[in-house]
């Protein structure tokens, strides 16, 4: 099947800092990616949409300025986290489509901010 | 917009009893889906349903499509200790959107 993964697995930061995660389709061309966000033993709340050479979709509410999006190639998406604080911590998930009715779901970036 | 219902929130279950869990929509969706979460991973697409009233099996899990649309469950049969997790239902349009999770507990 399809792989998917993310870079870090876990990254513990300062408050303030900007914290990029990257994700990358291994094995298929993404079209489309999309970023989630888990807070614990929640579900997973969509943050944004994002296609191949495109500016991303922003969910309502979540702030495009502050999580900054790129999907500069069709392997790879990075999301950025700008001036994290600790209200940031959190699981995020990226998924990747190649377009064919299939999502794939990498396996996440814990981001704890001190 | 768009919300999912899912029950129950959590289960605690013995080994080797079946297991039953559903999803509830506001609205219709084209495709409902079935994930399995384990801790600090990514969700893992257990079942995919395309079409009303479709009724799916992958192995001990079946999954159906509600003929409205709007609803699907998931079994579990003869759980096992590697079942364990959040089970999450999930109804895709043009985006998924995710059910609140069903955690499953297995008692020895």
């Known amino acids: 099947g399809a792989v998917v993964s993310q870079h870090p697995s876990r990254v513990i930061c300062k408050s303030g800092t900007s914290v990029k995660i990257e994700c990358r389709s291994l094995?298929?061309?993404?079209?489309?990616m999309f970023w989630y966000r888990q807070f614990p033993k929640q579900s997973l709340m969509l943050m944004a949409t994002?296609?191949?050479?495109?500016?991303?979709?922003?969910e309502q509410g979540v702030e495009k300025d502050k999580f900054l999006i790129n999907h500069a190639s069709l392997t790879l998406s990075t999301l950025t986290v700008t001036s994290a604080h600790p209200e940031d911590s959190s699981f995020y998930i990226c998924?990747?489509?190649?377009?064919?009715?299939?999502?794939?779901f990498g396996p996440g970036t814990r981001l704890t901010v001190l | 917009g768009q919300q999912l219902n899912q029950s129950p929130q959590s289960m605690f279950i013995q080994e080797g009893e079946d297991v039953s869990m559903n999803c509830t929509s506001s609205?219709?969706?084209?495709?409902w889906l079935w994930y399995k979460q384990d801790p600090g991973e990514g969700p893992v697409l257990l079942i995919a349903?395309?079409?009303?009233?479709e009724l799916t099996s992958n192995g001990r899990l079946t999954a159906q499509f509600g003929i409205t649309r709007k609803d699907s469950f998931l079994n579990i049969s003869a759980s096992i200790p590697s079942d364990v997790g959040i089970y999450f239902c999930?109804?895709?349009?043009?985006?998924?959107?995710f059910g609140k999770g069903t955690r499953l507990h297995i008692l020895p």
């Open positions: 609205s219709i969706f084209n495709t």
């Open positions: 999930a109804g895709r349009d043009d985006k998924i959107i």
């Open positions: 094995d298929f061309q993404a079209t489309t």
């Open positions: 349903l395309y079409k009303a009233g």
């Open positions: 994002s296609n191949e050479g495109s500016k991303a979709t922003y």
């Open positions: 998924s990747a489509s190649s377009g064919h009715n299939e999502q794939f």
